[in-house]
């Protein structure tokens, strides 16, 4: 469901409404009442929910996945000399 941000030409207020997009129009400024309350015209935002591939897979920035270091060359596990290291990139 899109967010819409809307703004009254008569006394400035501004917020924004969670809104089907077949949803008509909001024209009553919820503070001073008057049918001066307009859709602005802003970047779009929308909402994320379920269980989807946003959920699994970017939600959470600290599970980031990580590639393995290469074998060192000598054979004995992960790289960590400043040569073995320099060789793989």
Not at 10 to 34: M, N, V, W, Y
């Amino acid at each position: 469901m899109p967010i819409y941000e809307y703004r009254c030409a008569s006394c400035g207020f501004q917020k924004e409404h969670l809104q089907k997009a077949s949803d008509i129009p909001l024209a009553t400024c919820p503070r001073c009442g008057k049918e001066s309350y307009a859709r602005q015209l802003s970047v779009a935002g929308f909402q994320l929910k379920g269980s989807g591939w946003y959920a699994t897979d970017f939600k959470n920035p600290t599970q980031k996945k990580t590639a393995a270091l290469p074998p060192c060359q000598g054979g004995d596990g992960a790289c960590s000399t400043a040569a073995c290291s320099a060789a793989a990139n």
